[in-house]
């Protein structure tokens, strides 16, 4: 995870919610998969995020990037083993695809 977009999603987690429910805004979440060494535990995450259920996703990243600092420097197996064990998450194969969408979208 990137702690930019950490700080980034806390402060429209605080700020856009009443323009969300009035229907003025409305707030998408693209994972942008880079391949920088820093962020790659990112994007490790995000292969188990099932973004067929939006809200659950958006609580899940809410609490990962709450606890990036504990998680953000483990290692891959630490971090798969958390995603499943603490989470109950399983690797999504569909978000190969997704990921590749998004990359070219942003191109």
């Not at 980034?8 to 060494?37: M, T, W």
């Not at 995000?46 to 809200?55: H, T, V």
Request: charged fraction near 25%; proline fraction near 6%; hydrophobic fraction near 35%.
């Amino acid at each position: 995870m990137c702690p930019y977009c950490a700080t980034f999603f806390e402060a429209a987690d605080e700020s856009l919610p009443p323009y969300i429910k009035n229907g003025q805004v409305q707030y998408v979440i693209k994972h942008y998969d880079k391949p920088r060494e820093m962020l790659l535990y990112g994007t490790l995450a995000n292969a188990f995020l099932d973004y067929k259920n939006p809200q659950q996703v958006y609580v899940l990243m809410k609490d990962l990037f709450a606890k990036q600092s504990q998680w953000h420097e483990s290692g891959s197996h630490s971090i798969k083993k958390m995603l499943t064990e603490e989470y109950g998450l399983q690797e999504q194969p569909d978000n190969i695809d997704l990921s590749i969408k998004i990359i070219a979208e942003a191109r």
